[in-house]
């Protein structure tokens, strides 16, 4: 509202205490004539008002009151300051008036407080357009407080402010600068650099069109990266805007001026010849430019156009100048390093063609410093290689078995050698480790103390793993043959014993007939296990045929169990059989398939337990025969499932099982069944939960009409398998194999032939049976050919035996018996032998009526000299390797005191 002069002929009355002072603002208070203002005159404001101006007029905050339902502003001259051109006139105007240009954002807030709400807001945004004559970003905290009077009723408010415009753009500002550097810092293409910088100056300072330039020597334009809305055309290869005198726009920016040009259509600068034509061309009004310049000449220069008039402030050229100074900064840093990775790149070839990487180790400062190539290519986890890093984080790399050797060869060599060298293991971030030669040639000083160690690493995994390859596969060779060996003395141990009984001229008719057996049916084993061992040796030549024809899965599955009925019933086990509720047929090689299931249901028999549980169940899937395999056995490990049907691999130590086999069996089965299309999985739930064979064969169907019952196949299940294991030896005494079933009829077995465990009173030494210089003895073994034919021989010398046939009875059977020798299988289920010798040394069993310890001797086909170790370890007096010469048994026993 414009100030009212005073009447000439009307003196004014003084003007009251509350408005001395104030400078400026205190100035325009005073001589302001309010009589027609609706304050009215300053002698009649409101005692609440009067204060007020007084304390706003005294401060230095900046400050400002309106009154009344006008809403009159008053302020001191700080607020002044804040109004910008609104100055002074804004004295004693009406809120609404003053602050128009942000009356949709601050009236709600005057409203509020007249309402009777005290406000406080911080870091609040104003976008005001005529404060200084264009549009401008603002930001203010405030606290509007209402002024009532006597009554309680709001007569106006009172605020106290500031002005953080400033710190709001300068903080983000900063914050700008250092996302533009991080953002940078990452980038070595000069083009990528200089769309990133355009792209983030447009997004900041919200332009039009943001560009680089880059000009030769002669000022000639060579390449345009811009980003935006396209203001600008591409003058790449122009030459001509640089072309026209002194006097022009392009000659300041030539010699490294900046150009700032708010509006083209009024700055006069902008009309030459060139320029018209360009303004002409494109849609920019306004434009700022930032000229680069090396070597006195100008290299190239950044621009901003916008298609509107614009005000460029000082933070946007501030902002711009930052941008254009740290891009071509960056961008020649990029051109130096692409020349740098050029040649890097040729000599990265040459190193990764020759499997090398390079490092530098500075030793007075501890710092290696790692070329990229040994943590790209050998995968090193350690990324700290990458910088300056210490010797111990190179060593940390290393395997953790070698980096003590590593440490040490460092301290040799820079103790008094000019050579370092070190074979070792290497980590790779990916997991897993790689064997690596490191070399490295040491500099001295003039009194010999070490300085620099220039190293190379050279990767010789392959030759590693070959040569690793050819150890594991002697170690297996080995393992095999011991086995082999193993295999073949358990089978020939009894086959010597019985022939030894065979030709003893005290042998009985029955007890050559049992021989003759025995004989016989080791044997079978024997060639059985050739045979596997040909068959797999065919199979993994792809010399195996396999003759295909329709064929009855029982009558596959009758001879299947008639190759493992032996184990079966030697063992006491039971066998569920399902072959489903209507007879199957599938096309297949009969044989083959017999043999793989035999082999399963035999491997299940040798790692249960006597007295186990064994399933075969089958049924259909569509036309896939699915047959199931299970036990109550030992299981199998978690870590042993993915090898289990590798070449010589087995569910545990063959010393655990003197039946082990040679750890062929389930590889024959995968090689046979995978040449008939199908597949075998083994399911475990760990060591002691059992396991179970899932066989998978294609072909299968339902038969055409119902078989005859397979011969010696269980109808039900539940049933225990038939038993057809050999009888006992005739003529034995107390060493009947516990459980064990016999095809001779009930009475022909002596009521006195009981189990060890069920002896509860052997017969003396001076019973009407024992020889006078008879000894005791048992004998230990699961095989039961073996241990009953050795008993044989041993009773037909005169001595009195007890038998046992795994590791507790066998610990049970020495300390009842307390014989003069024990004579100990080394691979029994229970306890294996190692393991009843050391429960019985510790038992301190001794030879009944003696204090003499029982004499422990191996007897197993383990006959190596690690397993004789073992055995004296164990508690053993001595160890025979399995065929025993019975003449070294009875030189054995002749021999004890």
């Not at 040009?261 to 006069?268: G, H, L, M, N």
């Not at 290519?377 to 290689?385: I, N, P, R, T, Y």
């Not at 939960?689 to 055409?704: C, D, I, K, M, T």
Request: charged share 25%; net charge negative.
């Amino acid at each position: 509202m414009p100030a009212v002069g005073p009447s000439p002929s009307v003196v004014p009355p003084p003007l009251p205490a509350f408005l001395h002072g104030g400078g400026e603002a205190g100035a325009l208070l005073r001589s302001r004539d309010w009589r027609r203002s609706p304050l009215g005159p300053p002698q009649d404001w409101p005692p609440a008002l009067g204060g007020l101006v007084c304390v706003m007029l005294a401060a230095t905050q900046p400050m400002f009151l309106a009154w009344g339902p006008e809403r009159i502003v008053l302020y001191n001259d700080s607020y002044g300051v804040l109004c910008g051109a609104k100055h002074p006139a804004g004295q004693g105007m009406r809120f609404a008036d003053l602050w128009s240009d942000i009356i949709d954002d601050v009236g709600p807030i005057m409203d509020r407080t007249y309402a009777g709400e005290s406000i406080h807001m911080d870091d609040i945004c104003f976008l005001m357009q005529d404060r200084n004559g264009y549009a401008e970003e603002t930001h203010f905290s405030f606290s509007y407080l209402p002024v009532r009077d006597a009554d309680g009723t709001v007569q106006g408010m009172f605020c106290t402010c500031a002005e953080t415009s400033g710190k709001v753009i300068n903080e983000r500002r900063l914050a700008f600068q250092l996302r533009l550097g991080d953002a940078l810092r990452g980038l070595s293409d000069p083009q990528a650099i200089k769309r990133l910088a355009a792209q983030m100056l447009v997004d900041e300072l919200q332009v039009g069109q943001v560009g680089f330039c880059e000009v030769d020597g002669h000022l000639r334009i060579l390449g345009n990266v811009a980003v935006g809305d396209g203001s600008m055309p591409d003058y790449s290869g122009r030459r001509d805007m640089f072309s026209y005198g002194r006097d022009t726009l392009m000659h300041e920016l030539a010699t490294g001026h900046e150009l700032v040009v708010a509006d083209t259509a009024t700055d006069p600068r902008t009309r030459t010849t060139w320029l018209t034509g360009v303004l002409r061309e494109s849609a920019l009004r306004a434009f700022a430019i930032m000229p680069s310049t090396k070597a006195g000449g100008l290299q190239g220069f950044l621009y901003l156009v916008h298609p509107e008039p614009r005000r460029w402030t000082p933070q946007d050229i501030e902002t711009a100048q930052d941008v254009a100074s740290r891009a071509w900064t960056a961008i020649e840093r990029a051109v130096i390093e692409m020349a740098l990775r050029t040649t890097r790149e040729r000599l990265d070839a040459t190193l990764k063609a020759a499997e090398i990487a390079a490092w530098d180790y500075d030793i007075r400062r501890d710092v290696i410093q790692a070329d990229a190539h040994l943590a790209r290519f050998f995968g090193l986890a350690h990324e700290s290689l990458l910088k300056d890093a210490p010797l111990e984080a190179f060593i940390a790399g290393c395997h953790p078995d070698d980096q003590e050797a590593v440490r040490k060869s460092f301290a040799l060599a820079f103790a008094d050698s000019d050579e370092w060298r070190s074979e070792h293991r290497i980590a790779q971030s990916a997991g897993g480790w790689r064997w690596v030669i490191s070399r490295g040639q040491i500099e001295r000083d003039a009194e010999g103390r070490p300085l620099f160690m220039h190293g190379v690493l050279v990767d010789i995994s392959d030759r590693k793993h070959a040569e690793e390859a050819l150890q594991e596969a002697d170690r297996r060779k080995d393992e095999f043959l011991a086995t082999l060996a193993h295999e073949l003395r358990n089978p020939l141990a009894p086959i010597r014993s019985a022939a030894r009984i065979s030709s003893d001229p005290q042998a009985t008719p029955e007890q050559l007939r049992w021989s003759h057996d025995v004989i016989e049916r080791q044997v079978r084993h024997m060639s059985m296990l050739l045979d596997d061992l040909l068959d797999v040796s065919r199979i993994t030549r792809s010399t195996l045929d396999i003759r295909r024809e329709k064929v009855l899965l029982s009558s596959v599955v009758e001879d299947a169990l008639e190759t493992a009925r032996p184990v079966i019933d030697a063992r006491g086990h039971w066998l569920d059989l399902d072959l489903g509720p209507a007879p199957l047929q599938l096309t297949a090689d009969p044989l083959r398939i017999a043999q793989a299931i035999s082999n399963l249901l035999t491997n299940a028999a040798k790692y249960t337990d006597p007295g186990g549980r064994l399933a075969l169940h089958a049924a259909l899937d569509g036309d896939t025969l699915v047959l199931r395999v299970r036990d109550n056995g030992i299981g199998i490990a978690a870590a042993s499932l993915s090898r289990i049907f590798d070449m010589f691999s087995q569910v545990e130590s063959a010393i655990d099982r003197s039946e082990g086999g040679l750890g062929i069996g389930l590889s024959l089965v995968r090689g046979l069944i995978g040449l008939h299309g199908g597949t075998v999985e083994a399911h475990s739930q760990g060591l002691g939960h059992g396991s179970e064979f899932v066989v998978r064969l294609p072909g299968a169907s339902l038969a055409n009409a119902d078989p005859a019952p397979a011969a010696g196949v269980p109808a039900a299940m539940g049933r225990p398998a038939p038993r057809t294991g050999a009888a006992p030896v005739p003529g034995l005494r107390n060493h009947r194999p516990d459980g064990a079933a016999s095809s001779l009829p009930p009475q022909a077995i002596p009521p006195q032939e009981s189990t060890v465990q069920n002896s509860q009173t052997p017969q003396s030494d001076d019973g009407p049976d024992a020889a006078p210089q008879g000894r005791r003895i048992v004998v230990a073994d699961d095989n039961q050919d073996g241990a009953e034919t050795l008993a044989a021989l041993l009773e037909l010398d005169g001595h009195e035996v007890r038998l046992a046939h795994d590791g507790p009875s066998a610990v049970d059977a020495v300390v009842d018996f307390a014989p003069d020798v024990a004579f100990l299988d080394i691979g029994m289920p229970g306890l294996n032998g190692y393991e009843v010798a050391q429960r019985l040394r510790a038992a301190r069993v001794t030879v009944r009526g003696s204090t003499r310890p029982t004499l422990l001797v191996a007897l197993t086909g383990w006959g190596g000299e690690s397993d004789k170790q073992r055995a004296a370890q164990a508690g053993f007096d001595r160890h025979l390797t399995k065929p025993v010469d019975p003449d070294s048994i009875a030189e054995l026993l002749a021999g004890i005191g």
